[in-house]
């Protein structure tokens, strides 16, 4: 029996509704199999620039390297959305990640038999739907500099700079291949090869790697021609690399496939320890959605499974995140619904229904 430390950072927004819902399903799951979880807080994104005039304080940062995970739900709305602005929501959550060295983002996107016809997509498109995207989290246009605007003949005029080291592609081709072992053994690289000279060097590398493991499947697939297939045929793919904005991009579109973001988690991680665990941030993909903060109707299934990750990825329980995933996904099977993802005339749960439906399925 363990006891684990986890740092929770609600963020703005729905971040801290669901975020109290991934608390609450630690605490079940240390009921039923005698773990211990001690929780820290503090404010991040927008309501640390309330609080503290910054995004994330030097404390939470150490805060969080002193935690074996980190639950985080949310960050910005409009009360902040100015692009002028010299402090940003998102700035906190740029800093956590290279702080912490999280370099990887893993975002499973699979389907719910019981919720193929919440999709716009056809359902025998989506029949056997199971992709794990990783996306690059700490390099690429989001990092690299210059970053800035300029002065150009009297006209204003911005650049963002695209940049990667070798190293730091080697690293996310080694992750895709050892993932997809474990998997369905299919690696597609995406890049824009054609065109970035980036591209061509990501390509470069991710070839150097992949005789390492003769027994996956590879493929390269131009990202313009992704976003394509995973609207066509989106069953095709296992384990799918991609540089940050790529990645940024083509991951919101793969989470459609469920018919909602609310269903959705993700998880950064970075140096892994010999047995595959190490710290982490667990954060589901849908975003502050200020539009219903304070309702209570959010959908806490993507901090649910984000919930499962960390007790996967950071702590090695993987029979407690079997529990819990098989928890969602009976609850989804007897109906139960939040408003995202309900049909006309189903019952609509609120947020703390619909965890505790899915809690009271653990056992």
């Not at 963020?11 to 009921?31: F, N, Q, S, W």
């Not at 039923?32 to 005039?53: L, N, R």
């Not at 902040?80 to 402090?87: E, F, I, N």
């Amino acid at each position: 029996m363990g006891s684990y430390k986890i740092a929770v950072l609600g963020g703005d927004g729905i971040g801290p509704e669901v975020t109290a819902e991934g608390v609450r399903a630690l605490d079940a799951i240390g009921k039923q199999f005698g773990h211990t979880f001690q929780y820290t807080e503090d404010h991040v994104g927008g309501a640390a620039i309330d609080a503290y005039g910054t995004a994330l304080r030097p404390e939470t940062m150490e805060m969080a390297k002193a935690s074996d995970a980190v639950l985080w739900g949310a960050v910005g709305g409009p009360k902040w959305d100015d692009p002028r602005a010299a402090v940003r929501p998102e700035q906190g959550l740029l800093a956590i990640r290279a702080g912490l060295g999280l370099w990887a983002n893993l975002r499973p996107s699979k389907v719910d038999a019981a919720l193929v016809g919440n999709s716009t997509l056809k359902s025998d498109v989506l029949q056997g739907v199971d992709i794990m995207i990783i996306r690059e989290l700490t390099g690429g246009i989001y990092f690299g500099k210059p970053q800035e605007r300029r002065t150009v003949d009297g006209q204003r005029a911005a650049v963002d700079t695209m940049y990667y080291t070798e190293s730091e592609i080697a690293r996310m081709a080694h992750l895709g291949f050892q993932l997809a072992r474990a998997r369905r053994s299919k690696v597609t690289s995406v890049d824009k090869a054609n065109v970035l000279e980036s591209s061509r060097l990501w390509r470069e590398v991710v070839a150097e790697v992949r005789p390492e493991y003769p027994d996956v499947e590879f493929e390269n697939v131009l990202v313009d021609a992704m976003a394509m297939h995973l609207i066509r045929r989106p069953a095709t793919f296992d384990v799918v690399i991609a540089e940050n904005m790529f990645g940024d991009i083509l991951t919101d579109e793969a989470s459609m496939l469920s018919g909602s973001l609310g269903m959705s988690p993700s998880a950064s991680l970075g140096s892994l320890r010999p047995d595959g665990t190490g710290l982490g941030m667990y954060e589901p993909i849908h975003g502050s959605a200020p539009d219903i903060a304070g309702k209570g109707i959010a959908n806490p299934v993507g901090m649910l499974r984000c919930t499962a990750m960390l007790l996967r990825h950071s702590l090695g329980l993987e029979a407690e995140a079997q529990a819990l995933e098989a928890a969602v996904t009976k609850a989804i099977e007897d109906g139960l619904r939040t408003a995202d993802i309900a049909n006309p005339g189903e019952e609509v749960l609120s947020t703390r229904e619909m965890a505790e439906g899915i809690l009271e399925r653990l056992s």
